[in-house]
């Protein structure tokens, strides 16, 4: 069974950092890209960020040199490095798998930013 | 302000068909594949259609996808109280080189 689980969510301070993480199973992995796609509370969609199979990287605007997406195909694992975290990036983060036919096929359950003095 | 455009609201009737449209241009919608995405109140968001109009493996055959020219359109056939949730469509946008969201419909079932 194909599973999703993010981690490294929390309370930070404006102008801080956090780590998130994402830890892919019941998949290989490394075959498929991956995107982290976020949802301000009581907001619509947002992409966020994407790395291909072969590590070709896409950023929104409105991150772009302030995240950066990663993987470890020997760990299964995403990431998405977030610096520079002002009050609109607070949000829940999902992480997505898509498949060859670009569905977007399985999500996480998101894990929760706060930015926050 | 999101780059697809959806209607904010749409409702029916148990057992009607309910159409929601997203609309964007030649960077997005127009050269490139439409997806569209369910979301429960309190869940993750779940595929219902990608690829303009393919549905996955247990998506129910009332939802059904299309797309012409810069616009896209997902159908609801035979409404159940089940299908009340907001709706996502998506799409890559060469321009921005990235992926762009709808501004999201509410769907009520009455």
């Known amino acids: 069974e194909v599973q999703l689980l993010e981690s490294g969510g929390g309370l930070v301070q404006p102008g801080g950092s956090l780590r998130l993480s994402c830890a892919g199973t019941?998949?290989?992995?490394?075959?498929?890209?991956m995107n982290w796609v976020r949802q301000a509370p009581g907001k619509g969609l947002e992409w966020v960020s994407g790395i291909s199979a072969g590590g070709d990287i896409y950023y929104a605007e409105s991150v772009k040199g302030r995240y950066t997406i990663s993987r470890d195909n020997s760990k299964n694992m995403l990431y998405l490095q977030m610096n520079g975290l002002r009050a609109e990036d607070m949000a829940r983060y999902y992480c997505?798998?898509?498949?060859?036919?670009?569905?977007?096929?399985?999500w996480g359950q998101g894990t929760l930013v706060t930015v926050s003095s | 302000q999101s780059v697809l455009t959806q209607p904010p609201s749409a409702s029916g009737t148990p057992g009607q068909r309910v159409t929601i449209s997203c609309s964007g241009n030649?960077?997005?919608?127009?050269?490139?594949?439409v997806k569209w995405f369910q979301q429960l109140p309190g869940k993750a968001p779940k595929l219902l259609i990608y690829s303009n109009y393919q549905r996955p493996s247990g998506v129910p055959g009332r939802f059904s996808g299309s797309k012409s020219g810069t616009s896209a359109s997902l159908a609801i056939s035979g409404l159940q109280s089940e299908d009340e949730a907001d709706y996502y469509c998506?799409?890559?946008?060469?321009?921005?080189?990235?992926?762009?969201f709808g501004s999201g419909t509410k769907v009520t079932v009455l």
């Open positions: 998506a799409a890559w946008d060469g321009s921005l080189n990235g992926h762009v």
């Open positions: 997505v798998r898509k498949d060859p036919n670009s569905a977007w096929d399985y």
């Open positions: 030649s960077s997005n919608i127009g050269n490139n594949d």
């Open positions: 019941g998949f290989t992995f490394s075959n498929y890209a």
